[in-house]
């Protein structure tokens, strides 16, 4: 297999599976780049403004639409989420890994804008764990049954969009895989 010296590493799941936390841990790797998406749903309490997302208002979003601002970008759960395309260019031009955590949709175009992409799907041990999950984080029943139907949505076009599907239990273990794929495929480019 031929090893890249950029790599866009795409990261999708349904909701509650661990898919922050597993990229927090992946985010020490020093050739590792999370790019932090855009959003106009309203920030919980425990994220954190240009951490977990750059929570913008639907003016703010539109207007970088306008001006191709984005990679991609898809309304999901009545929100609007878009990955912003400067900053994927910068960590590819540095030659890094660049993390994208975004659904199904956006996978789609991502991979046909980047052939170098690689897509991975978590995906939770059962429904059980991730509706406990779910339930756990304190969200309302209404959001949490919202949610798993969407993960339901998208479970048929899993095998055909993604090239690796890693099973997400202990976070420890997700980012072993995960750093696994990326060693796989990616070179780290010579120092000057
Ligand atoms: P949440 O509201 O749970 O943070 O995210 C909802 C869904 O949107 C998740 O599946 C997440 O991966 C996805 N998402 C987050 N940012 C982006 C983005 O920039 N583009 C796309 N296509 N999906 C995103």
Redesign the pocket.
């Known amino acids: 297999m031929t090893k890249l010296s950029s790599l866009v590493l795409v990261v999708?799941?349904?909701?509650g599976v661990g898919?922050s936390t597993a990229l927090a841990g992946l985010a020490e790797l020093e050739e590792v780049e999370v790019v932090v998406?855009?959003?106009t749903?309203s920030r919980r309490q425990d994220e954190t403004d240009a951490v977990?997302?750059h929570f913008v208002d639907e003016e703010t979003f539109r207007e970088m639409v306008g001006r191709d601002g984005f990679l991609?970008?898809?309304t999901?759960?009545g929100?609007f989420?878009?990955?912003p395309k400067r900053a994927v260019e910068e960590v590819l031009e540095r030659g890094r890994v660049a993390v994208?955590?975004?659904?199904r949709?956006?996978?789609v175009?991502v991979k046909r804008q980047f052939p170098q992409t690689v897509a991975v799907l978590l995906e939770p041990p059962s429904r059980g764990d991730l509706e406990a999950r779910l339930r756990s984080r304190g969200a309302s029943g209404e959001f949490v049954d919202r949610?798993l139907a969407l993960a339901e949505r998208d479970d048929p076009v899993r095998g055909d969009l993604y090239d690796q599907i890693v099973t997400s239990s202990e976070t420890s273990e997700t980012v072993g895989a995960l750093v696994r794929i990326i060693e796989a495929r990616y070179r780290p480019s010579a120092p000057d």
């Open positions: 999708s799941g349904p909701s898919k998406s855009y959003t749903r977990d997302y991609e970008w898809v999901y759960d929100n989420y878009g990955t994208l955590e975004i659904e949709q956006g996978t175009a949610r």
